[in-house]
């Protein structure tokens, strides 16, 4: 047999067995890639098997996996800081959509949940599929962290029948604190501070079962006091 019947004999067994290839679906305003899929081929066929997406400078952001005609998450899916490092792993099979086996890493690579806890879960995906709001038990005791989609911890805290108690803290998509206030049965109730983008306090009070009262302080970008106003 010569080599071009060889070729002709694999030619439709490739074909059935089908091959993979990437198409990117968004871009940055500069033109470098956003959305990446990874499909399956098979003659006219193809369906989408992976999704990769990166951050503008080109850092990868998340790596996740799909099967079958339905794309349904499968295998394991990882998820990273805006600096390369591994922010989170989870498992994605039929049983278990939302994930399980779930990891998440600090920027020094070790358990970003580091204190003792009796379980884990995450409770929410945010519209990009990534950790949006993950339920830490200890005891009795419920604490909420909620993420944006880069990996940065948006807001802190516990619930108690459903509704904010406690203190609770959110963040700056940066990093950087933006509020921290003070919760009873779901209500704001003690002290609350909002601060700017450059960490400094843009305004300061006292709510009370929701209503703000006593004297309030506003600064500038600077972090002078300009003003207070009294309830």
Same mark, same amino acid.
């Given at each position: ?21 990437? @198409?990117?679906?968004?871009? &940055? ?8 899929? *990874? ?14 997406? &990166? ?6 952001? &998340? ?15 990882? $998820? ?14 039929? *049983? ?11 920027? @020094? ?7 003792? $806890? ?39 805290? *516990?619930?108690?029948?459903? *509704? ?15 509020? @921290? ?20 306090? $843009? ?13 309030? @302080?506003? &600064? ?12």
């Amino acid at each position: 047999m010569t080599r071009n019947h060889l070729i002709l004999l694999l030619l439709p067994l490739l074909a059935a067995c089908g091959h993979t290839s990437e @198409e990117v679906i968004a871009t &940055y305003a500069d033109g470098a890639k956003m959305l990446v899929n *990874q499909y399956k081929v098979r003659g006219e066929s193809r369906t989408r098997i992976g999704e990769t997406r &990166y951050y503008a400078d080109g850092t990868l952001q &998340y790596e996740k996996h799909f099967t079958g005609k339905d794309q349904q998450p499968t295998g394991t899916w990882r $998820y990273y800081y805006s600096d390369g490092k591994p922010f989170a792993t989870g498992t994605f099979d039929k *049983q278990h959509k939302e994930g399980t086996d779930w990891h998440f890493y600090n920027h @020094e690579g070790k358990d970003l949940f580091s204190e003792d $806890y009796d379980s884990l879960r995450v409770a929410e995906l945010s519209e990009m599929l990534t950790p949006a709001t993950i339920i830490v038990s200890r005891g009795d005791s419920k604490t909420y962290y909620q993420f944006y989609s880069n990996c940065t911890l948006r807001s802190l805290g *516990q619930l108690k029948d459903g *509704q904010r108690d406690g203190h609770w803290v959110f963040y700056h998509p940066s990093g950087q604190i933006q509020t @921290e206030a003070d919760f009873v049965d779901g209500k704001q109730h003690g002290n609350y501070t909002v601060y700017r983008e450059n960490g400094l306090p $843009y305004y300061r009070g006292t709510y009370s079962h929701g209503q703000r009262v006593g004297t309030w @302080e506003f &600064y500038d970008a600077q972090g002078n006091l300009t003003h207070t106003q009294s309830l």
